[in-house]
T-cell receptor, first 116, second 116 residues
Framework: AQTVTQSQPEMSVQEAETVTLSCTYDTSESDYYLFWYKQPPSRQMILVIRQEAYKQQNATENRFSVNFQKAAKSFSLKISDSQLGDAAMYFC?????????????FGTGTRLKVLA | ETGVTQTPRHLVMGMTNKKSLKCEQH?????MYWYKQSAKKPLELMFVYNFKEQTENNSVPSRFSPECPNSSHLFLHLHTLQPEDSALYLC???????????????FGPGTRLLVL
């Protein structure tokens, strides 16, 4: 069965600095997507970035980028020039659809604090 | 943040009560989802609806009964719940058929449920 592990329950970063959130996953499938979602306090969860397993190039979205290591089953999120608004819970997620079965697995989340 | 709305935002109910959660999406999407978010546990996918048809039921107890009368509305009917069902219930929608694994899901703000 697929699993997603976020080993850092909480992280802190100084404003304007860079922080990396880790995520590892386990799967035997070859076709899947990986996502990072952000859930600010009392606000809606939003998509930060996604990565297709078949693409070797790491995805980037402005200050957010991923380090996707398919062989190591690692999918870390790097936030550059951290801002106060980046403070939130960050969830790593795995999604696949294989042989009529739809899987969408989330990690337990990492709480990011941004220090002024 | 008005794309996906959920009502009520907070709900307290006894174990013998019957209540319903409502979700509405204003994005013209075709797929809708119910998730359960419990403290310190991964987000759990409960149900998926695709063009009003239920396509996924992830072994959810029968005390949770979903209903999707049209592509814009999704309900979760609750009856004889247990205290361990207390959680944040999130609704989400996506544009495609629910099997487009790379598509973005848009989340509502959630209903915070407390079962006494």
């Amino acid at each position: 069965a697929q699993t997603v592990t976020q080993s850092q329950p909480e992280m802190s970063v100084q404003e304007a600095e860079t922080v990396t959130l880790s995520c590892t996953y386990d799967t035997s499938e070859s076709d899947y997507y990986l996502f990072w979602y952000k859930q600010p306090p009392s606000r809606q969860m939003i998509l930060v970035i996604r990565q297709e397993a078949y693409k070797q190039q790491n995805a980037t979205e402005n200050r957010f980028s991923v380090n996707f290591q398919k062989a190591a089953k690692s999918f870390s999120l790097k936030i550059s020039d951290s801002q106060l608004g980046d403070a939130a819970m960050y969830f790593c997620a795995y999604r696949s659809y294989t042989s009529g079965t739809y899987k969408y697995i989330f990690g337990t989340g990492t709480r990011l604090k941004v220090l002024a | 943040e008005t794309g996906v709305t959920q009502t009520p935002r907070h709900l307290v109910m006894g174990m013998t009560n019957k209540k319903s959660l409502k979700c509405e999406q204003h994005l013209g999407h075709n797929a809708m989802y119910w998730y359960k978010q419990s403290a310190k546990k991964p987000l759990e996918l409960m149900f998926v609806y695709n063009f009003k048809e239920q396509t996924e039921n992830n072994s959810v107890p029968s005390r949770f009964s979903p209903e999707c009368p049209n592509s814009s509305h999704l309900f979760l009917h609750l009856h004889t719940l247990q205290p361990e069902d207390s959680a944040l219930y999130l609704c989400a929608s996506s544009q495609g058929h629910g099997r487009e694994v790379g598509e973005t899901q848009y989340f509502g703000p959630g209903t915070r449920l407390l079962v006494l």
